[in-house]
């Protein structure tokens, strides 16, 4: 299964609402399960630092399975996945990354937002993903 484009444009809305809701410009970046970019937006005034930021995490997301802030712990010194960043080209193991389900449970992609601070970050990306749960 994989996320539709109408789909998409639905995380990326949805997600663009809550980071107005807060007062910050966001990228934000929609993958399918195998890590294709479906939907990307650069919001007005966002820093142009993040967008390889938020494709990397939503990337991230759906090559590991799991949201980025789970990986988080599991990468740093001393933790199994240490040093992982560095492998696929690059990875983001901090949190805004977050998997796409259907209804059903299955993965069908993920989504990566960057331009804030992580917690305002995985803020935006879970509100994009109610979009589609």
Do not use: C, Y
């Amino acid at each position: 299964m994989n996320i539709t484009l109408e789909q998409a444009e639905a995380v990326i809305t949805a997600a663009k609402k809550k980071a107005a809701e807060i007062n910050t410009k966001m990228n934000i970046a929609v993958v399918d399960s195998g890590s294709n970019l479906i939907a990307f937006v650069h919001m007005d005034g966002g820093w142009i630092g993040s967008v390889d930021i938020s494709i990397k995490k939503a990337k991230t997301a759906a090559w590991f399975q799991m949201d980025t802030k789970a990986l988080t712990p599991l990468v740093q010194p001393g933790q199994p996945l240490f040093n992982i960043e560095h492998s696929n080209g690059g990875l983001i193991t901090f949190p805004g990354g977050v998997i796409l389900k259907d209804s059903s449970g299955a993965l069908i992609g993920a989504v990566g937002v960057s331009g804030s601070t992580v917690d305002d970050d995985h803020a935006v990306a879970e509100a994009g993903a109610d979009a589609v749960r």
